[in-house]
């Protein structure tokens, strides 16, 4: 079969198409055919190896341990491993696997969840990990309610448009901010208010009637903590995620400043690291079905274009996600 390998760290220039071989389902997985799969910042810091902290986890010091790449798929159960209840060969799934740039990939059975019948392959492998941070970020973290108001910064990226359409269907009052070419795409994605960036500073203002938000998720935030602070509510939360241009600022200002913070008052504020249910998958999955949230798709590029669709990504400028085709 074909995948994407590399095997050092390095710029996409180290990425290459080539036959591998196929992955065998161990006990409580699920070969997929992948027929279409989506790239994220976590794929060009895994590729690149930065910063260092993404090595310590397992990927290897020196050389990365596993050369393939990618993680978000959809496709068709292939074979089952032992163990095995909710999945028989030919299903249509979604999800999250192992090397999933390539023909075929392994997942665990509770990373994948049947895929609804009115989303295409690439609609679907747009979707697991943008959208299951935003959920995430949003409900567990930032413990959003019916009625408040939440800001998103960084609307129109890939957690950011998922992150427009969840807090919606939350029943928040949603501001979403970007820049002026996504105006009007923040504002198909069902967001009530939207903040120009290159025209306004939503941390700044008068002091008197400037507003003020119960919850600001911020998408790769690049404000200092405290000007963040200053535009929550007195009982307000601060969530930052998705730090793929900023990392370690976010690093420090939100595991180390947001917790000395939060410690002074009222406003809570920190980072937000992904740790996903199956049970979110399911959340997720009767969204995508009533229409409540659609995935934005940027690009298309076949699996042999990876590595443009990388340098792309790294660019920042994507409007929803990156898809490839497989």
Request: aromatic content about 6%; hydrophobic content about 40%.
């Amino acid at each position: 079969m074909k995948a994407i390998v590399r095997t050092r760290y390095g710029s996409p220039d180290v990425l290459r198409l080539s036959e591998v071989e196929q992955p065998v389902p161990q006990d409580g997985e699920v070969l997929v055919k992948v027929h279409a799969a989506s790239v994220n910042p976590l794929d060009w810091h895994t590729l690149r190896g930065k910063p260092f902290l993404v090595r310590t986890g397992g990927g290897g010091w020196r050389r990365p341990k596993n050369q393939r790449l990618g993680v978000d798929l959809a496709g068709r159960v292939e074979a089952v491993g032992s163990n095995v209840t909710r999945f028989q060969v030919g299903d249509e799934v979604f999800g999250r696997g192992y090397g999933a740039l390539a023909d075929y990939a392994c997942a665990r059975e509770s990373a994948l969840i049947a895929k609804p019948a009115n989303l295409s392959f690439e609609a679907a492998a747009a979707v697991p990990i943008a959208a299951l941070t935003a959920l995430g970020a949003l409900r567990e973290k930032g413990q959003l309610q019916p009625g408040q108001q939440v800001l998103i910064q960084g609307a129109s990226g890939g957690v950011g448009s998922f992150a427009v359409q969840i807090a919606k269907a939350l029943g928040a009052d949603v501001t979403a901010v970007c820049s002026t070419r996504n105006v009007d795409t923040a504002r198909s994605l069902g967001a009530d208010h939207v903040i120009d960036y290159t025209r306004e500073d939503f941390t700044k203002g008068r002091r008197k009637g400037r507003q003020r938000y119960d919850l600001i998720l911020a998408v790769d935030g690049y404000r200092p903590i405290w000007a963040y602070r200053r535009a929550l509510r007195p009982n307000g939360r601060f969530v930052l995620t998705g730090a793929s241009t900023h990392l370690l600022r976010a690093v420090f200002q939100g595991m180390l400043l947001g917790p000395a913070i939060s410690k002074l008052g009222r406003k809570k504020m920190g980072i937000f690291m992904a740790r996903p249910t199956h049970e979110d998958l399911v959340w997720l999955k009767e969204l995508l079905e009533a229409g409540k949230v659609v995935p934005v798709i940027d690009r298309r590029y076949p699996l042999s274009e990876v590595a443009e669709a990388i340098r792309y990504i790294e660019e920042g400028h994507a409007q929803g996600k990156v898809v490839i085709t497989v």
